[in-house]
């Protein structure tokens, strides 16, 4: 069974500082990884997708991620945190061998970003 | 339409009455994905359509919950006999990929369901 764990609740970061919102994963065979963010009163928005290739993906509203397959981590990044990027992110994994899964996805509990001016 | 709708936004039931949450989503997307969010955390998957037929509703919780997907576009979430656990905020995506699945899933803002 595949499963994603985002260990911090929550995540302070000043504006203009740079931001890391972290998230491990367990997957059977070659993982695709993803990052959704969900603003208060929204639905859930994609952001951005590891499926193969550079483990540095870039992604909606100038964040990215990095994929590190040893540490089986892929935690989403920003060099410049804004006020507005205040929300709450997660982490979903989908397996890599199902060949039906369609975009069926696992998501992590979520990580609340608190950005402060 | 322009997103995948979601009717109704809220719903307050009474312990054992039945429940029917309808999703419309985006217009052409073939693949329809039902979720459900317990307060503090992530979204929790229920059942899938491609096209008309569930391909896998291996996350429903129980025989109480039932979906369908009859014309291949709306889907209906049903389900009976309500308890307080099933409170939550349900929510669905759709998606359109035909080939290699994206993993980009469109949402709606979800249903919340309150059983008193």
């Known amino acids: 069974a595949q499963s994603v764990a985002q260990p911090e609740d929550q995540v302070n970061v000043a504006e203009g500082n740079p931001l890391t919102v972290k998230c491990t994963y367990s997957?059977?065979?070659?993982?695709?990884l993803f990052w959704y963010v969900q603003y208060p009163n929204r639905g859930l928005q994609f952001l951005l997708k590891?499926?193969?290739?550079?483990?540095l993906v870039k992604g909606s509203y100038g964040f990215e991620a990095e994929f590190n397959k040893s540490q089986t981590s892929f935690h989403l990044k920003k060099p410049s945190a804004l006020v507005s990027d205040s929300a709450l992110y997660f982490c979903?994994?989908?397996?890599?061998?199902?060949?039906?899964?369609?975009?069926?996805?696992?998501f992590g509990g979520g990580t609340r970003l608190m950005v402060k001016p | 339409g322009a997103g995948v709708s979601q009717t109704p936004s809220n719903k307050v039931t009474e312990k054992g009455k039945y429940v029917e949450l309808r999703c419309d989503p985006i217009s052409g997307h073939t693949a329809l994905y039902w979720y459900r969010q317990s307060l503090g955390q992530g979204p929790e998957f229920l059942i899938y359509f491609q096209g008309t037929g569930a391909a896998d509703d291996s996350g429903l919780p129980n025989d109480r919950f039932f979906a369908v997907r009859p014309e291949g576009s709306v889907s209906t979430l049903k389900i009976q006999r309500t308890e307080r656990g099933d409170s939550a905020v349900y929510l669905c995506a759709s998606s359109g990929d035909p080939g290699p699945p994206t993993g980009e899933l469109f949402f709606g803002e979800g249903s919340r369901l309150t059983v008193l």
């Open positions: 997957v059977s065979g070659n993982p695709y």
């Open positions: 979903a994994v989908r397996d890599g061998i199902r060949p039906n899964a369609g975009n069926m996805l696992t």
């Open positions: 590891y499926i193969t290739g550079d483990n």
